[in-house]
């Protein structure tokens, strides 16, 4: 059976260049890749890949999460187990996890066993949380709601 998470956003606060969720991003792609799954992240834009590009750079040596952007290391048995990708550009590579920062439900979502989803905190961007929430279901998926870590 396939599965969405759904983060609940609890503030909008900002850590350095990043949002809440992206900043919630990079630890669940951390975490789900030292669990040994392959992750594609969906950006909304190319500048929010580059940035979380950039935040996983930053991590320490001993941290380091393998990633790239799409379209680099590309190849029948190449690219990083973590793929940035944005609307305009995403490798057909298979991935264990999708990690949604899309406003819309994509038809790729249903490749995925496995989604990770986010309820901002913004009230203005709920209702396309749960559009998101609604078409997940339409469409065979499990459901679950989930509170950030404490600790990240």
């Known amino acids: 059976m396939k599965h969405a998470t759904f983060y609940l ?3 909008n606060l900002h850590n350095k260049a ?3 969720i992206e900043t919630l991003v990079c630890y669940l792609a951390a975490t789900h890749w030292r669990a040994g799954k392959s992750i594609l992240i969906a950006c909304e834009t190319e500048q929010q890949a580059i940035r ?3 935040a996983l750079w930053q991590n320490p ?3 380091f999460i393998p990633h790239n952007l799409a379209g680099e290391g ?3 048995r190449y690219g ?3 793929e940035l990708s944005w609307l305009q550009y995403r490798s ?3 991935r264990d996890l999708l990690i949604n920062l899309l406003l819309y439900f994509t038809n790729f979502s249903t490749d995925f066993n496995e989604v990770i989803d986010f309820v901002p905190y913004k009230e203005c961007q709920k209702q396309l949380a749960r559009d998101r929430y609604k078409a997940y279901r339409s469409v065979g998926f499990q459901l679950n ?3 950030p870590p404490q600790t990240m």
């Open 9 to 11: 956003m609890e503030s």
């Open 52 to 54: 979380l590009d950039e």
């Open 18 to 20: 990043l949002s809440a």
């Open 145 to 147: 709601m989930a509170k």
């Open 80 to 82: 990083a187990p973590v």
């Open 92 to 94: 057909n590579l298979p």
């Open 74 to 76: 590309e190849g029948p």
């Open 61 to 63: 040596a001993n941290s």
